[in-house]
């Protein structure tokens, strides 16, 4: 490899495991400048606003409390403090198309990995970053593209369950894919059972077999990560069978009974639902499961004030 290495301990074991086991592996993004505190303060404070997330997570031992807000003009370097000394995470999504610097990170990662896992390519990458509370959480669900978790600041304990029933079942795919939210699915304190449980420091990043269920919890201190996501043509294509078979479910009441990514069934999928992904349907669906009612309080770090008492 003619550049530093960004993971500093792969094995070909590794490359065995990756994509088939959940994997913990070395790296070095967090000795990088880009991921320093104070490069995450400057890039909050130019953060297009419809890129981010703020979520506040309500009282602790709380389920299910997830409200949506705004950073309110504040300095990075003060979200930082807020998020430090409350219970919300940020996730500053799309980062790759926002600053072409970190573009230049994961292209590094990218290339790396084709070097290392042959026959590996993507059709589309995204990354986002997330600063979250001391003991935050992120509830247990699944994603549908590919996922690596890169650990930058702080400590977190994570579940990785794995990706077939009861911990994951077609529908709730379907459900993800049609309502885009990723929260809905159904868990049991049992199922850690039968997850590994995986810590991560500051320089260790995670992958995961695709659309394994998993869930997060913050050790007591900030943390901050960046979730790097992938899709390449099986992933596209599975997408794409998961949003038609929920539309076909929800919208047209039909059970769907094929998962076929070749052959006139999959194609049939791929028309119906690029004619009904963006109908008023869909976007009302979705929006119902989506709104802003907080923003953060300059005068007290880690509180919050409610936008309809601002209003
Ligand atoms: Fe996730």
């Given at each position: 490899m003619s550049r530093e290495p960004i993971f500093t301990d792969w094995t070909d074991r590794h490359g065995a495991l990756w994509g088939h086991q959940p994997l913990r592996l070395q790296h070095r993004l967090h000795t990088m400048p880009l991921f320093?505190?104070?490069?995450?303060?400057?890039?909050?404070?130019?953060?297009?606003?419809?890129q981010y997330s703020l979520i506040h997570m309500g009282a602790s031992?709380?389920?299910?409390?997830?409200?949506?807000?705004?950073?309110g003009g504040l300095p990075g370097?003060?979200?930082?403090?807020?998020?430090a000394k409350g219970r919300m995470w940020l996730n500053l999504r799309n980062v790759l198309k926002v600053d072409k610097r970190y573009a230049e990170v994961a292209d590094a990662i990218f290339a790396e990995m084709a070097e290392r896992l042959p026959g590996f390519s993507t059709r589309h990458r995204s990354a986002g970053i997330l600063i979250s509370s001391p003991s935050a959480q992120v509830?247990?669900?699944?994603?549908?593209p590919g996922q690596h978790l890169w650990q930058l600041i702080g400590h977190k304990r994570v579940y990785i369950y794995p990706n077939s029933p009861p911990f994951l079942t077609e529908?709730?795919?379907?459900?993800?894919?049609?309502?885009e939210v990723e929260v809905d699915m159904p868990y049991e304190p049992w199922y850690d059972e039968h997850a590994q449980v995986l810590d991560l420091a500051p320089g260790q990043m995670l992958s995961w077999p695709l659309n394994a269920p998993h869930r997060v919890e913050n050790l007591d201190c900030l943390n901050v990560s960046m979730t790097v996501s992938f899709?390449?043509?099986e992933i596209h294509r599975l997408q794409t069978v998961n949003l038609a078979n929920g539309l076909l479910r929800h919208r047209l009441g039909l059970p769907p009974r094929s998962r076929a990514i070749t052959g006139p069934s999959y194609w049939s999928k791929a028309v119906l639902q690029k004619a009904l992904r963006n109908s008023r349907w869909v976007r009302r669906e979705r929006g119902a499961r989506r709104r802003v009612d907080f923003r953060l309080d300059g005068a007290n770090p880690g509180q919050i004030i409610d936008a309809q008492a601002t209003a």
């Open positions: 320093s505190r104070a490069a995450l303060a400057e890039l909050i404070d130019t953060y297009p606003r419809e031992g709380q389920r299910r409390y997830w409200r949506e807000g705004d950073i370097e003060a979200v930082i403090d807020a998020i509830y247990y669900h699944a994603d549908l529908r709730h795919l379907e459900d993800i894919a049609l309502f899709t390449n043509e």
